[in-house]
């Protein structure tokens, strides 16, 4: 049998081994307290660029109107597009729109294209507002899928001013300045 | 017969306005104005309430749109149904009846600037008729977009 002999450890192997074992317990600390954070921690906000709209290429979607016909926007492409997001409990809704009805008549011929999205629940009130305001211009029901993809529709009412390259113009949030939004609309109209 | 003629016109009148009067306070009995403002509760107030670790946190019920819901609502709300229509009252009626009338509740809605919302006033007076005491009500300017995405506050989606 061997004797047992005492081999003497570098004082730097014992000072290393501690300082190994530390950052170990430091790291397993640090998780620990991830793991125990995270279910208490909020959600971050996320991101909904709503600003983000002006000159850039409107989002395509296609609906089936209340009259069921298929609705594109990419079909009114050469038409100046005011797209109104709106609701039949919106009481600064219902204000415009016998406005846009007006400008459809007035600007229909010129190449204005009214385009109602109700972000009501259901559709039948959608369709007694639809006969009592008398719209003549499509509307159909939205989601949630489409008001994210113009960026959430987190209050209404909502309008973007498209031109005739489809592209936005500018996005009004809330009750519109009626009389700015028209001198828009005939601005546009007058650029071919 | 000119006599009679004037009795007409004041009873006209006078019917006239009473109906205005009516009407007034019709539209004044769910408006926004009558919910007291130490019921208000700002967006900034609520997101301390919910970070805190040491508050009791409130039932946060959500009265208005579904689909403004869907895409963005404040992490644990409910939604709740449109209080400004009758089914959505009943429905509010349905989760609260059963909970504890000292229950800390705030209802939200943010679908309209806050003098045109058509349901929180509703949703306010609902809760205090059932015999709520603890309520806030969220005071959203102008819409929940504004006022709480756009200021970073957390935000959860889905229905």
């Not at chain 1, 809704?93 to 629940?121: A, H, K, N, T």
Request: aromatic share 8%; charged share 20%.
């Amino acid at each position: 049998m061997p004797p047992l002999t005492f081999r003497a450890i570098p004082r730097q192997a014992i000072k290393q081994g501690i300082r190994r074992h530390i950052r170990r317990r430091i790291g397993s600390y640090l998780l620990l307290l991830c793991a125990v954070a995270a279910p208490l921690r909020m959600s971050p906000a996320q991101t909904l660029s709503r600003s983000d709209f002006a000159n850039k290429s409107a989002p395509s979607f296609a609906r089936m109107d209340l009259n069921g016909k298929k609705m594109e926007l990419s079909a009114y492409r050469g038409r100046v597009v005011l797209l109104n997001f709106w609701a039949t409990w919106c009481a600064p809704c219902l204000i415009e729109m016998p406005v846009f009805v007006s400008w459809q008549s007035q600007y229909g011929s010129r190449g204005l294209q009214v385009i109602g999205i109700s972000m009501d629940d259901d559709a039948p009130p959608v369709r007694r507002a639809y006969l009592k305001y008398r719209l003549n211009y499509p509307v159909a029901m939205g989601d949630e899928k489409l008001g994210e993809l113009y960026g959430g529709v987190l209050g209404l009412p909502v309008t973007y001013l498209i031109d005739r390259q489809g592209k936005v113009i500018k996005r009004y949030e809330g009750a519109v300045d009626l009389k700015q939004l028209e001198r828009e609309v005939q601005r546009l109209l007058a650029k071919r | 017969m000119r006599y009679a003629l004037n009795r007409f016109a004041a009873a006209f009148f006078v019917l006239a306005l009473v109906c205005i009067m009516s009407s007034t306070a019709h539209a004044q009995a769910s408006s926004t104005s009558q919910i007291p403002a130490a019921d208000l509760l700002q967006p900034s107030e609520l997101v301390q309430i919910l970070k805190s670790s040491t508050e009791v946190k409130p039932l946060v019920l959500q009265v208005g749109s579904h689909v403004l819901y869907a895409q963005a609502h404040i992490p644990a709300s409910e939604y709740a149904g449109p209080a400004g229509q009758a089914a959505g009252l009943r429905a509010l009626e349905g989760r609260v009846g059963k909970l504890d009338r000292n229950l800390f509740v705030v209802l939200y809605c943010g679908c309209c600037p806050w003098g045109k919302c058509p349901n929180i006033a509703p949703a306010y007076k609902q809760l205090r008729s059932l015999g709520f005491t603890h309520i806030k009500v969220l005071h959203i300017a102008d819409n929940f977009g504004t006022d709480w995405v756009d200021k970073g506050y957390p935000i959860a989606k889905g229905r």
